[in-house]
Nanobody, 127 residues
Framework: QLQLVESGGGLVQPGDSLRLSCAAS????????MGWFRQASGKEREVVAV???????YYSDSMKGRFTISRDNAKNTVYLQMNSLKPEDTAVYYC?????????????????????WGQGTQVTVSS
């Protein structure tokens, strides 16, 4: 019903910035709760940032102050602005969307909350 395609990943140096995009397409288009997750090699997938339909946001501690999630509903696109990148940010970054509404912001940080996932885009931070 909803397809998500991430783009914008690549190889950058520590301290660089990168902007990831998540383009949504499909028959039904509306404002969804959105999340960015990442998974490093050999590690579990973890939440990076989320934004509800009411534009409330949540950031994991290690990303807070460096990463920003935003959206452009007219373009059906969600963004993740990544600044001051570190080698430990190296991972595959995934975009996710949920058609459900949750009362608690914390629920949006959980993988089970999401209905659709993109295929991911690789971000590598290395000198």
């Amino acid at each position: 019903q909803l397809q998500l395609v991430e783009s914008g990943g690549g190889l950058v140096q520590p301290g660089d910035s990168l902007r990831l995009s998540c383009a949504a397409s499909g028959r039904e288009q509306r404002n969804y709760g959105m999340g960015w997750f990442r998974q490093a090699s050999g590690k579990e997938r973890e939440v990076v940032a989320v934004q509800t339909t009411g534009y409330s946001t949540y950031y994991s501690d290690s990303m807070k102050g460096r990463f920003t999630i935003s959206r452009d509903n007219a373009k059906n696109t969600v963004y993740l602005q990544m600044n001051s990148l570190k080698p430990e940010d190296t991972a595959v970054y995934y975009c996710a969307a949920t058609k459900k509404y949750y009362s608690d912001l914390i629920d949006y940080t959980q993988m089970w909350a999401y209905d659709w996932w993109g295929q991911g885009t690789q971000v590598t931070v290395s000198s």
